[in-house]
């Protein structure tokens, strides 16, 4: 099912697309249990100055302007806002692609087109590829207006949810870093280590261990088993940088020869 049609709209040219997700949760939810008698607990609305407890049905949304003093707005207030905002993906500015910063990137959902508007979204497609541009929208969605950046790959086009201005902070506004000598020594190794360490891209490298490890931890809880907590280890501190990166070079360069010598073992099994 899809989360939004409509339409993205630059110049005149109009594209009916679908909205769909392209990420998922995995996170391990939790029930909380009254510890007595293990059932689940209600959590009910209460007034503290009527001291009852309150229906969802007479709940209203409210907007505190000053402390205590509260501004109810009724759903006809939200439609009000929305309109003249466009319930279409309207295409703002096309912006060079390297100017979109991750910092900038909320969530992000691919862009399928219906049935139709094929050749016009192709077209759109390779026109950004050509040009090496992304797309800054803006349109509504469920209530909210959003501001977007369509974007592409060689399967079709995404649709990034941007931060509004005001909701993302620049690293440089947290950060100054110091005037620092670095030795041509140390940098070379530094290289040697990132080097050794370089891999291709593999997407098990996004396998979440924390969650695997969690749900292992359920398991045994489940069968009754015990459960035996490990202590962590901590970082050791850095006194002489030359010295842990000469050691780092030693570790990562044994780690690169023994994946070599795997890899080879592997090669020479499937070939026998």
Same mark, same amino acid.
């Given at each position: 099912?899809?989360?939004?049609?409509?339409?993205?709209?630059?110049?005149?040219?109009?594209?009916?697309?679908?909205?769909e997700?392209?990420?998922? &949760? #995995?996170?391990?939810? =939790?029930?909380?249990?009254?510890?007595?008698?293990?059932?689940?607990?209600?959590?009910?609305?209460?007034?503290? &100055?009527c001291?009852? =407890?309150?229906?969802?049905?007479?709940?209203?949304?409210?907007?505190q302007?000053?402390?205590?003093? *509260?501004?109810?707005?009724?759903?006809?207030? +939200?439609?009000?806002?929305? $309109?003249? $905002?466009?319930?279409n993906i309207?295409v703002?500015? =096309?912006?060079?692609?390297?100017e979109?910063?991750?910092?900038?990137?909320?969530?992000? *959902? *691919?862009?399928?087109?219906?049935?139709? $508007?094929?050749?016009a979204y192709?077209?759109?497609?390779?026109? !950004?590829?050509?040009t090496?541009?992304?797309?800054?929208?803006?349109f509504? !969605?469920?209530?909210?207006?959003?501001?977007?950046?369509?974007n592409?790959?060689?399967?079709?086009?995404?649709?990034?949810? +941007? =931060?509004?201005?005001?909701?993302?902070?620049?690293?440089?506004?947290?950060?100054?870093?110091?005037?620092? @000598?670095? #030795?041509?020594?140390?940098?070379?190794?530094?290289v #040697?280590?990132? @080097?050794?360490?370089?891999?291709?891209?593999?997407?098990?490298m996004?396998?979440?261990?924390?969650? @695997?490890?969690?749900?292992?931890?359920?398991? /045994? /809880?489940?069968?009754?088993?015990?459960?035996?907590?490990?202590? &962590?280890?901590e970082?050791?501190k850095?006194?002489?940088?030359?010295?842990?990166?000469?050691?780092s070079?030693?570790?990562? &360069?044994?780690?690169?020869a023994?994946e070599?010598?795997?890899?080879?073992?592997?090669?020479?099994?499937?070939?026998?």
């Amino acid at each position: 099912m899809a989360l939004w049609s409509g339409s993205i709209s630059f110049g005149l040219v109009s594209i009916p697309v679908r909205l769909e997700v392209s990420q998922r &949760s #995995q996170n391990i939810s =939790f029930n909380l249990l009254h510890e007595k008698c293990l059932n689940r607990i209600q959590q009910k609305p209460y007034c503290p &100055s009527c001291d009852e =407890f309150v229906e969802r049905s007479d709940l209203v949304k409210g907007y505190q302007y000053e402390k205590d003093n *509260y501004v109810v707005i009724a759903p006809e207030d +939200l439609e009000s806002a929305e $309109a003249g $905002a466009s319930r279409n993906i309207d295409v703002v500015a =096309f912006v060079n692609a390297g100017e979109l910063k991750p910092v900038h990137l909320n969530k992000t *959902y *691919y862009l399928v087109p219906e049935a139709g $508007a094929e050749k016009a979204y192709v077209l759109l497609r390779d026109g !950004m590829r050509e040009t090496g541009k992304v797309a800054i929208t803006r349109f509504v !969605m469920r209530g909210k207006e959003y501001i977007g950046a369509v974007n592409f790959e060689e399967s079709g086009l995404l649709l990034h949810i +941007l =931060f509004h201005a005001g909701e993302f902070t620049h690293l440089s506004q947290l950060l100054s870093l110091p005037e620092v @000598e670095i #030795q041509e020594k140390e940098l070379d190794l530094a290289v #040697q280590i990132i @080097e050794n360490l370089t891999e291709e891209f593999s997407e098990e490298m996004l396998e979440d261990e924390h969650r @695997e490890r969690l749900l292992e931890v359920i398991r /045994k /809880k489940i069968e009754g088993e015990k459960i035996v907590v490990t202590e &962590s280890k901590e970082p050791a501190k850095v006194v002489d940088l030359m010295e842990a990166l000469k050691k780092s070079l030693q570790t990562t &360069s044994k780690k690169d020869a023994a994946e070599d010598e795997a890899a080879q073992s592997k090669a020479q099994r499937k070939r026998a």
